[in-house]
């Protein structure tokens, strides 16, 4: 372990001795036949105090789960309910993943090391406990491309291939099999409490919310009991609204807000079949299980308020119904101010104007209409450059008239550190992107070939893009978003 490895175990202390319930229960990992390391995030390792593992003894941790020094002794799979496409369940739960470790990153947060693809547990049900080799890969690709964009997300942290034969409806069959180690800012999902209310366990409630409020929103002082979960919520209400801008700014569709798949943290977690939009379309949908849309692209803020009116539910068992309403009912200014800072940031502009909403709303009609690509929009448009937007393969989406007045718009807000233009990843014709063909093409030459080159290359691009645009989207201020 580096100097900087501040263990953290947390979240076993939420009962005394004996069992889990009703948080957790002490899992065993599956015993794999054979262990390739295929991705390290050395970057987070870094932040976190573990760079320093040999490849050998970051397999033992990641691939074999021995426990890290002074953590976790015994991995945990967390309990939890969901609403899934709106319809109740109350048998999902940890099913393929545990939590593994908790530590202290270089700015104090408590963060969480989680798996999929562990193993089963007492929540499988049906299923296998395992990752596919293309869900860990997609996994990393969508996290690491989240991040550059300045989307508050999980990291991958480690996949490793595990050399079994899968069965899966969604991919040719037999499938590689992986075990993914993400890092992220808890595992506390909405879905716990949605648990623990259904039990009716109104002092587990407590527990947890105060959990959450300790380890996550410590700036929250009210010290009246029922005061204080509406604090909680109402900052989560925050989060999250501003998460959902994130994922509308970056062009992302998460594809399934369940709530099991919503954070306590509003950080962004769990990719399965997301995929990012080629166009500003409303309803371009990510899951081919998603048949009527509910969580496409243009619908993501009404998902995720949703999922934050079946958490108020939960938390309306220890604290006011009315207050937490009350509490709600804000998301939707919440989300016009998160979409006007958002959106601003990926355009390089200065926020702070009355009319930056407007602006926002004008831009994204504009590329609705057009179909101009998403992407290049903002790679074009990047710190308000009509000379780099004249040179663009998308210029003529430019010299129509009904962009006229969105570019006025656009040049008449203040530019926010220009000098990046500067940077190599300003250099390109055109934006690095992760569309599904591309997605696809680096998947194919694993698979075909083995041929890890084509998803290092894309690495390379996101963290040149990611030090382009420098949005530090895991820079955690416990200060309140607006
Ligand atoms: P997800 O759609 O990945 O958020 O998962 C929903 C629920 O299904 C969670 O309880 C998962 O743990 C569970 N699950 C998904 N895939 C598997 C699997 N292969 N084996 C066991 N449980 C799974
Ligand atoms: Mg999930």
Known sequence: MDENYQPAPAFDRLVQDGDGAPFFDRVSPANFPEHKLRYRNRRWAGRVGLAGLSDEAWTDHFGRFHALPDNLQ?????????HQFRAYNPEIGDGRGFLFAQLRDDQGRLL?????????TPYSRFGDGRLTLKG?????LATEMLEALGVYTSKSFSLIETGEALQRNDEPSPARSAVLVRLSHSHVRFGAFQRLAYEKDAAAIKRLAEYCIENFYPEISDENNEDRV?????????RTAMLAAQWMAA??????????????????????????????????????????????????????????????????????????????????DDYERAMAAQYFKRLGLKPGGADDYATVKALLGWMTASGAPYEQVFYDWFCGSQSRANESPARDFYATPDFAPVREKLLAAEVDDPERLERAYFQRAQPCTMLIDEVEAIWSAIADRDDWSVFEEKLGAIA?????????????????LF
């Open 74 to 82: 015994a991995p945990l799979a967390i309990r939890y309910h969901g």
């Open 251 to 332: 062009g992302f569709v998460h594809g399934v807000l369940n709530t099991d798949n919503m954070n306590m943290t509003g950080e962004s977690f769990d990719y399965g079949p997301w995929r990012f939009a080629p166009i500003a379309d409303p309803e371009f949908t990510a899951a081919y299980f998603d048949q009527t849309g509910l969580y496409a692209f243009g619908r993501q803020a009404e998902a995720t308020a949703w999922n934050l009116a079946q958490l108020g539910g939960a938390l309306a068992h220890i604290a006011d119904a009315d207050a937490l309403t009350d509490a709600l009912r804000c998301f939707g």
């Open 136 to 140: 860990g890969v997609r996994e990393i």
């Open 230 to 238: 509406v604090a909680l919520f109402r900052a989560v209400v925050v």
């Open 464 to 480: 040149e893009m990611r030090e382009a645009y420098e949005f530090k989207a895991s820079e955690y201020s416990a200060e309140p």
């Open 112 to 120: 969480d090391l989680g798996t999929k693809g562990s193993g089963q």
